[in-house]
């Protein structure tokens, strides 16, 4: 069975650019999930959606940080303007449904440094 | 606010030894907590659970404590393995909220 899939898995760009990083989750798991991981520091969640729409994005910050699901399969994060502060690992998860932690898998995650 | 807290960042244990990981959390509304283990450049993946109607589970070689009195889990690593090398989180979800608090993880290095 495959796993999470996440692209590019480094990207480098200057502050104020714009980026996307892009999740394929384990066919079938209905719930997918990003997480922001900076140096020293645990996953802290981004967003989750259960199917195409949005559980819990109450950590997005939604000025410049943007995420989509279409036809509840891969998804798309993407940071507008960047800023310092954004340089972190960006997970991709998914699980088969809300609530299913144990079922949780990551992808490798997209490192993102912002100069 | 770190509502979830590994104190300890580092730990290393001769083979064969018992690792002892502990975390730490501050939100009493936390029902349920995770471990996970990290490699270099993989994602987390789930390692074991338990839920606050419990005080243990156990799991092959895995075994998580819990503490709700004292808002403190551990997992407990017997024997420890070169291939248990990797870096631990804990975390904790308050069911209702579907939200997953991890810790900042500790790096476990099991010396052969």
């Known amino acids: 069975e495959a796993g999470v899939a996440q692209s590019p898995r480094y990207k480098i760009i200057e502050k104020r650019q714009s980026v996307a990083f892009w999740c394929n989750p384990i066919?079938?798991?209905?719930?997918l999930y990003w997480y922001q991981q900076i140096l020293g520091q645990g996953p802290k969640l981004l967003i989750q959606f259960q199917n195409n729409g949005v559980v819990d994005d109450s950590q997005l910050p939604k000025d410049r940080f943007s995420a989509e699901r279409l036809k509840g399969v891969d998804s798309t994060l993407k940071i507008q303007p960047a800023k310092l502060e954004d340089s972190a690992v960006y997970l991709c998860?998914?699980?088969?449904?809300?609530?299913?932690?144990?079922?949780?898998?990551f992808g490798p995650g997209t490192r993102l440094t912002v100069l | 606010d770190q509502q979830v807290k590994q104190n300890s960042p580092s730990l290393s244990v001769q083979e064969g030894r018992i690792s002892i990981l502990n975390c730490d959390y501050t939100?009493?509304?936390?029902?349920?907590f995770l471990w996970y283990k990290k490699y270099p450049a993989e994602g987390p993946t789930f390692l074991i659970s338990i839920s606050s109607i419990k005080d243990k589970n156990e799991d092959g070689r895995f075994t998580v404590f819990l503490n709700k009195s004292a808002k403190h889990l551990s997992l407990h690593i017997v024997p420890s393995q070169p291939g248990d090398s990797a870096v631990y989180f804990c975390?904790?979800?308050?069911?209702?909220?579907?939200?997953?608090?991890f810790g900042t993880g500790t790096r476990l290095t099991v010396i052969p």
């Open positions: 939100n009493s509304m936390f029902d349920y």
């Open positions: 975390a904790a979800i308050h069911t209702g909220a579907n939200n997953l608090f």
């Open positions: 066919s079938g798991h209905a719930t």
């Open positions: 998860a998914s699980s088969p449904g809300l609530g299913s932690y144990n079922e949780q898998f």
